[in-house]
């Protein structure tokens, strides 16, 4: 009985999911799909002669220069596109401190996509990793095969917690012979993946996903907390109303988003950056909170109040907060220092 209604649940999760994206896909993001990978998928056939009214970003240059006269290139589009979701399920994207986790969005994320596909009668296959290949579905199309992957992505429970994206690109590079368009969706904590970054990109039309919360770019005065890294399970006690540590720690997450784009440009590969920032009512919880606060009297008291209603989701059992690389590789180093 328990099973049937787990499945119950399951099941309406993943409608919910579908009905939520399917006004994007059929709408705000009709059309978008299709031109974005226009020619993504055309084999060249031939030359011919320039033509009035040829696009003129077809003219073969070389073609050209040897006849004297302009001459474009033919192509034939293929049946078909084949679209590769690679999505990270390690420990640092259950982290999230706006209305959803960074693993949810990754769904929805995925979700749009795979039905973005399925309308343009494209095929969509999932691998999620962590540092090691979690699950691996094959390109298929149609809605229930999509649905099948919403599921999996929803309820599935990887074992590993760290991040391997040179693990993820490597398996992809084996198992998908045919060149693909690849959404790799991850909040890219992780290091030493630039050599497989660059041989997936030239197989394949890769777009990275990169998925950050806000509280990874600056961090707020919440007075003293235990913070614990979530792929190492290291922890960490640090004042964060100092005010060179909420600095020293922007100064970082700067730099590191600087370098990811960097490499993102020195590869040649589309990244889009989605950042999860708290809603307005949101803040409404908050000024709430503080009136509450105010109401309860006490320094202590309101501070700890304050920390609750700042801390947001990163409270997890045991009162621990989790945070992912960029604090802790700062209080790493200023464990160094001392």
């Known amino acids: 009985m328990s099973e049937q209604l787990e499945l119950k649940e399951i099941l309406k999760e993943v409608r919910r999911i579908e009905i939520l994206t399917s006004n994007l896909v059929n709408n705000?993001?009709?059309?978008?799909y299709e031109s974005a990978f226009?020619?993504?998928?055309?084999?060249?056939?031939?030359?011919?002669?320039?033509q009035p009214g040829d696009d003129i970003r077809m003219i073969d240059w070389n073609v050209t220069a040897r006849a004297g006269q302009m001459y474009v290139k033919k192509f034939v589009e293929e049946r078909e596109l084949t679209v590769m979701l690679l999505v990270d399920a390690s420990s640092s994207l259950n982290f999230g401190t706006a209305q959803r986790t960074k693993s949810t969005i990754a769904t929805y994320i995925c979700a749009l996509l795979a039905f973005s596909a399925i309308k343009n009668n494209d095929k969509v296959g999932l691998v999620i990793f962590t540092n090691r290949i979690e699950c691996s579905i094959p390109p298929k199309k149609g809605r229930k095969h999509v649905l099948a992957l919403i599921r999996d992505l929803l309820y599935f429970q990887p074992q590993?917690?760290?991040t391997d994206l040179n693990c993820a690109l490597e398996y992809l590079s084996r198992a998908i012979k045919r060149r693909s368009v690849v959404f790799l969706i991850s909040d890219f904590h992780t290091q030493g993946y630039e050599s497989a970054l660059r041989i997936a990109s030239?197989?394949?039309?890769?777009?990275?996903?990169?998925?950050?919360?806000?509280?990874?770019?600056?961090?707020?005065?919440?007075g003293l907390i235990e913070l614990e890294d979530a792929e190492t399970g290291a922890r960490i006690i640090v004042d964060t109303h100092r005010a060179d540590i909420q600095k020293r720690f922007a100064e970082i997450a700067r730099q590191q988003q600087t370098e990811q784009r960097e490499l993102f440009r020195e590869t040649e590969i589309n990244a889009i950056n989605i950042v999860l920032r708290r809603g307005a009512s949101e803040g409404g919880r908050r000024k709430a909170e503080g009136g509450r606060r105010k109401a309860e009297g006490g320094r202590r008291k309101?501070?700890?109040?304050?920390?609750?209603?700042?801390?947001?989701?990163?409270?997890?059992?045991?009162?621990?907060?989790?945070?992912?690389?960029?604090?802790m590789d700062f209080f790493h180093e200023r464990a160094r220092r001392k």
């Open 160 to 162: 590993n917690r760290r």
């Open 202 to 222: 030239k197989r394949h039309d890769l777009i990275a996903v990169n998925i950050i919360d806000e509280r990874e770019l600056e961090f707020p005065d919440v």
């Open 38 to 50: 226009k020619g993504r998928g055309m084999d060249f056939d031939e030359v011919r002669e320039y």
């Open 28 to 32: 705000v993001f009709a059309g978008e």
């Open 302 to 327: 309101a501070e700890g109040g304050r920390r609750k209603a700042e801390g947001g989701k990163w409270k997890v059992e045991g009162g621990i907060k989790i945070y992912s690389k960029p604090l």
